[in-house]
C-alpha cells in the first residue's frame, strides 16, 4: 500500500516537521525562492538545490529509529 512506502513516510515526516520547527520552515521557504531563481524552470536543477536540506531533515527521521 502507498501509505506503507518510505517515500511517503518521508514526506510525511519532513511536513510534520515544518510544521513544528517555524526557523527551519523559514529557511526552507528561502531555499524555494532562492532555487527557484537558479534554476529558470528547470525541475531537475531545482531539486537538487532542495535536496541537502530535505537529507538533512529526513536523517532525523532515520534516527528515531535508532
Known amino acids: 500500500m502507498f ?3 518510505e517515500e511517503y513516510k ?3 515526516f519532513f511536513r ?3 510544521r513544528t520547527h517555524s526557523d527551519q520552515a523559514q529557511k526552507y521557504a528561502d531555499l524555494k525562492k532562492r ?3 537558479e534554476a529558470h ?4 536543477i ?3 538545490i532542495k535536496d ?3 537529507k538533512q531533515i529526513l536523517e532525523k527521521r532515520k534516527l ?3
Open 3 to 5: 501509505f506503507d512506502c
Open 10 to 12: 518521508d514526506m510525511i
Open 41 to 44: 524552470e528547470q525541475g531537475e
Open 52 to 54: 541537502p536540506f530535505m
Open 35 to 37: 532555487a527557484s531563481l
Open 64 to 66: 528515531e529509529f535508532l
Open 16 to 18: 510534520d516537521y515544518l
Open 46 to 48: 531545482y531539486r537538487k
